[in-house]
């Protein structure tokens, strides 16, 4: 961890030693998510990447294997805009590892045109959040059999800007692309928050997290 202006920063250095720890990153074949596979497999992790494009995801591995030599990696194919592919990626993930000690919701779509979702939502707010959802809920079980477990989703100050149209939630009619994406946004840190809420009156050890990753150029 190094200090600038009087204030902490973290950086790679500052992560400590991950063996013995399964990790799974969605959109982790480019960008946020494949820098913290690098990352967490340097450091000892079993790394999972999952993502909706298996040529990718499988290239983004063989990329980590190569500058990490000896790193745990795998990969699983998740759509998060497909339901139905969450709940498949869940079965083979929960039946692969026992335990799942951190859950990266990183993937997501920003500001696209409107589209929907295979199983009809609108797709930023499908794929932002009802994907990480489904899949949280999914791999609960993995996650509390994990001591000191972590589900940490990437938002965005983009929530600032959200608003939960409850009377209009797939903007079906009328979309605003950055309007969709603030909600979304905003929903990954209302689920944050009660999730964590929940875990709590569980006596839960597993944590939820909530982050906002910065400007970064991730293409």
């Known amino acids: 961890m190094a200090e600038r202006d009087g204030s902490a920063r973290w950086t790679a250095d500052g992560v400590g030693d991950q063996h013995g720890r399964v990790v799974v990153i969605t959109g982790a074949n480019s960008g946020l998510g494949q820098q913290v596979a690098h990352v967490l497999a340097e450091h000892g992790a079993t790394v999972v990447l999952a993502g909706r494009d298996s040529g990718k995801i499988t290239a ?11 790193a745990m990696v795998q990969t699983a194919d998740l759509d998060l805009a497909s339901l139905e592919s969450v709940r498949k990626a869940a079965a083979d993930l929960a039946g692969r590892f026992p335990k799942v000690d951190l859950l990266i919701n990183n993937a997501g779509v920003m500001m696209p045109p409107y589209g929907l979702t295979k199983d009809g939502f609108e797709l930023q707010f499908g794929t932002n959040h009802l994907g990480h959802f489904a899949l949280t809920g999914l791999l609960l079980p993995s996650l509390l ?55 709590t009156i569980a006596g839960a050890q597993t944590i939820a997290l909530a982050a906002h990753p910065g400007t970064a150029r991730t293409i």
């Open 145 to 199: 059999s994990a001591p000191g477990s972590r589900v940490v989703t990437v938002s965005s100050n983009g929530h600032r800007a959200g608003r939960i149209d409850f009377a209009d939630l797939q903007s079906s009619r009328h979309y605003r692309r950055s309007a969709a994406y603030g909600q979304s946004k905003l929903a990954n840190l209302m689920f944050t928050y009660e999730l964590q809420r929940r875990l």
């Open 60 to 70: 983004a591995a063989d990329g980590v294997r190569a500058s990490r030599p000896g």
